[in-house]
């Protein structure tokens, strides 16, 4: 990690492309796990929404991701890019679920149809 006010100093000498990510958690040890999750829909009409990413290991152990605070827009065949973080890591994926929510009490419920997904972590890439 980096200092917060000496971040720009020790990462923009690098003549390579460098991403910073300045998300933390509150619980010790305040790292957060980052992935992008990659995503196309299949459905016809656009839908607008929230999506929350639960992973699960081959002994059941579980983590959920935090929502995030800006809503995602889905069309059809198109890709949609999300960066999602996890308080803690899961290193053997068993089972990836989906919840995609509007965050309205009123009007009909949408269901999201994926079409094609991936979930990749940032913190190791090889995963």
């Given at each position: 990690?980096?200092?917060?006010?000496?971040?720009?100093?020790?990462?923009?000498?690098?003549?390579?492309?460098?991403k910073?990510?300045?998300?933390?958690?509150?619980?010790?040890?305040?790292?957060?796990?980052?992935?992008?999750?990659?995503?196309?829909?299949?459905?016809?009409?656009?839908?607008?929404?929230?999506?929350?990413?639960?992973?699960i290991?081959?002994?059941?152990?579980?983590?959920?991701?935090?929502?995030?605070?800006?809503?995602?827009?889905?069309?059809?065949?198109?890709?949609?890019?999300?960066?999602?973080?996890?308080?803690?890591?899961?290193?053997?994926?068993?089972?990836?679920?989906?919840?995609?929510?509007?965050?309205?009490?009123?009007?009909?419920?949408?269901?999201?149809?994926?079409?094609?997904?991936?979930?990749?972590?940032?913190?190791?890439?090889?995963?």
């Open positions: 990690g980096y200092q917060a006010d000496r971040w720009k100093n020790l990462l923009i000498p690098y003549s390579s492309p460098t910073a990510y300045f998300d933390t958690s509150d619980q010790d040890p305040f790292c957060m796990y980052n992935y992008l999750l990659d995503i196309t829909t299949w459905n016809k009409r656009t839908r607008r929404g929230f999506i929350k990413v639960k992973i290991d081959y002994a059941g152990n579980t983590v959920e991701s935090q929502m995030n605070s800006e809503a995602s827009t889905f069309e059809q065949y198109k890709r949609v890019k999300i960066l999602t973080g996890f308080y803690q890591d899961i290193e053997k994926i068993a089972k990836i679920s989906l919840t995609f929510s509007t965050k309205t009490s009123i009007g009909p419920k949408h269901k999201l149809r994926i079409l094609q997904m991936k979930l990749k972590s940032l913190n190791y890439p090889k995963r």
